[in-house]
């Protein structure tokens, strides 16, 4: 296999004729990050909502919550995707359908995108919030009642600071997966990292460059954000629980 | 509103099943390839041997790091050449060839970090005292480490295959039609994408909502 190796396809203009292949990457790298934080924005608000829903105790609010992160978990990103892509305008009410129709397609592409890998990794994040309220000792609970809290506030200054704590390691994993599981968007069109890993092959025809350059950019996301999470990890560790000392 | 019409899914039955056969083939695959090798890279990990033990850490960390669309894409960019170079000419149809090697790699690497977290739930005393049995090494950890390691582990290496299992749609990226690629190309064709989308997700669904109610079943008996 004699395969012509030259890296300095990326230096070379692009196309289309602006910029060069390098900046193709570096527009990939910036939706990239662009979609996974924004998502991770949803999937921590909307995790957080669904995890303490789980815990309280009324069956209808987390009967109901339970339901969505089932739902969430059990489908495939990809079929979510698409359904959120092609499904929903169809759905919506004529006029607004219509109106998100004829909207920038990368608007498109980028709000059905957010929406899709927010809700679904906010499921996995809502077990994260339930597994750490609920390995908090029952105690906590009860003492913050007798001392006159309300549930609500019982929540928000005795549960959830202690439970957030004690749930970063697994937060962090879930953290690099919204990286990962952005690459997805990829199947509607939208420019991230991969996608441009492939319209790169097409355009230059020097695929392995491309897959090493994409690649290697996941991995240094990967590892950038795992340093940060580190460091997070080591502040807010509760001594005597998981990760604690 | 817009008005369902559901008629094109019937006759579309035989494609879709020929698509959910190719759908489970893949999973199957990456289930059994992916146990095998996952628990070799484990035992790999954890060996005395360094270079054994950073190799085996690299591969999992690589493929944990880089995103399944992309590991596809990539196999899908060696697997043909590499066919190539050794059959020649004139091979069929690649892309499932490609999706298979893909997945069982990369599913190797997230059941061997499972399997190795089984591997070290093992008290150390049971390693201790097969040796002191006189067991080699290597009998300890097949005849007495590993077959209580892998009785910890079943919850998980099912949970693990339900992901498999949807995550298989990502095939889609190389054009393999799988359950959801013909339910797309049918929806496509017949201009009814809207009830073909939601027919697939409700038919992962229920798979994967069954399956991992079977498997919490599982996980209450076993840990009684």
Known sequence: ??????????????????????????????????????????????????????????????????????????????????????????????DMGNAFKQLHPLTQQFFAAVLCLGLFTAARVAEQVRAGIQSLPKGQKNAGLALGFTLAQVYRHVLLPMAYRIIVPPLTSEFLNIFKNSAVATTIGLIEL??????????TAQPYEAFIAVTLLYVAINVTVMFLMRALERRVQVPGFIGGK | MYEFDWSSIPGAMPLLLKGMAITLEVTLTAILVGIVWG????????????????????????????????????????????????????????????????????EAAYYSEIIRAGIQSVP???????????????????????????????????????????????????GLSDFFGTAYKVGDRDGRLVE?????????????????????????????
């Open chain 1, 1 to 94: 296999m004699a395969y012509n190796w030259n890296w300095q396809v990326f230096l070379q203009p692009s196309a289309t004729g602006e910029g060069t292949y390098l900046s193709w990457l570096l527009e990939g790298l910036k939706w990239t990050l662009t979609l996974s934080l924004s998502a991770w924005i949803i999937a921590l608000a909307v995790g957080s909502i669904v995890g303490v829903l789980r815990t309280v105790p009324n069956r209808i609010l987390s009967g109901l919550a339970t339901a969505y992160v089932e739902v969430f978990r059990n489908i495939p990103l990809l079929v979510q995707l698409f359904i959120w892509y092609f499904v929903l305008p169809e759905l919506l009410p004529v």
């Open chain 1, 194 to 203: 991969s996608r441009q890993a492939q319209q790169l092959v097409d355009f």
């Open chain 2, 39 to 106: 628990t070799l890279l484990a035992v790999a990990r954890l060996s005395q041997n360094r270079l054994l033990a950073f190799l085996a850490a690299g591969y999992v960390n690589l493929f944990r790091a880089v995103p399944l669309v992309m590991v596809i894409l990539w196999f899908y960019l060696i697997v043909p050449q590499a066919l190539k170079a050794v059959f020649g000419q004139g091979i069929g149809d690649i892309r499932l060839t490609s999706a298979l090697v893909a997945f069982a790699l990369f």
């Open chain 2, 196 to 224: 073909l989308l939601l027919f697939a997700g409700a038919v992962y669904f229920s798979i994967c909502f069954t399956v991992s109610r079977v498997v919490k079943h599982f996980q209450a008996r076993f840990s009684q």
């Open chain 2, 124 to 174: 150390k005393g049971q390693v201790a005292a097969g040796l002191a049995l006189g067991f080699t090494p290597g009998q300890t950890m097949r005849v007495i480490v590993l077959p209580q390691a892998f009785r910890n582990m079943i919850p998980l290496l099912l949970t693990q295959a339900i992901i498999l299992f949807q995550d298989t749609s990502l095939v889609y990226v190389i």
